[in-house]
């Protein structure tokens, strides 16, 4: 069965600085994707990354960062120089591989972000 | 483009009644997924169709829970004889073609039963 499981339930940071958001991941499949959503006030989540667990290479887009360590089974999702429009749950997400298809996200609990002024 | 479509965007309903969501994925998304999701958590699998066959429905929590896509398209969600703990976001995702694909997502149906 899989697992994802995000520690953190709520954090809050004053805006500029740096926070990590934690993901832990447990499958037995030995290729799988893992994923990152945010969810603003409005409801609707919004999708930030996909990663291919073949593929362990950090990836950087603006103030996002994201730090796989299939090692240690972690997925960890970091925001540089925080601002307001930050604050949102955050969701690690991950799914088996089926050759050529798709398939269901198991999502975390959620991280609640709070950036404050 | 237009994004995932759902209404309606809220729907209260009495224990017992039933009630049918929609879904309006985006245009040319053969996959369509629906997730539950209850206050304060993440979101949980209900059901899978690829076009308009339904591959998943390991996630739906009773035979109350019914979902189609008669055209490979518009898919609905109905409850049957509604009851309390029914009562969460239910949320409507597409994706494309192709392997594990990023799910993109509607704003979700806030049903509350009474």
């Known amino acids: 069965a899989q697992k994802v499981t995000q520690a953190q339930t709520e954090i809050s940071v004053v805006e500029k600085e740096d926070v990590t958001l934690d993901c832990v991941y447990e499958t037995r499949d030995t290729t799988y994707y893992l994923f990152w959503y945010k969810q603003p006030p409005s409801g609707e989540l919004v999708f930030l990354i996909r990663r291919n667990s073949f593929d362990e290479q950090n990836e950087i887009s603006g103030r996002y960062s994201w730090n796989f360590q299939k090692s240690t089974s972690s997925f960890n999702f970091t925001i540089t120089a925080s601002q307001v429009v930050d604050s949102a749950v955050y969701f690690c997400?991950?799914?088996?591989?089926?050759?050529?298809?798709?398939?269901?996200?198991?999502f975390g609990k959620g991280i609640t972000l709070s950036v404050r002024p | 483009g237009a994004g995932v479509s759902q209404s309606p965007r809220y729907k209260v309903a009495k224990r017992g009644q039933d009630v049918a969501l929609r879904c309006d994925p985006i245009s040319g998304h053969v996959s369509l997924f629906w997730y539950q999701q209850a206050l304060g958590q993440g979101p949980e699998f209900l059901t899978y169709f690829q076009n308009e066959a339904q591959l998943d429905k390991s996630g739906l929590p009773s035979d109350r829970f019914f979902a189609e896509r008669p055209e490979g398209s518009v898919s609905t969600l109905k409850i049957q004889r509604t009851q309390q703990e029914d009562s969460a976001v239910y949320l409507c995702a597409s994706s494309e073609e192709g392997e594990n694909q990023p799910q993109h997502f509607g704003d979700g149906t806030r049903l509350s039963i009474l």
């Open positions: 997400a991950l799914s088996e591989s089926f050759a050529g298809a798709n398939s269901k996200l198991t």
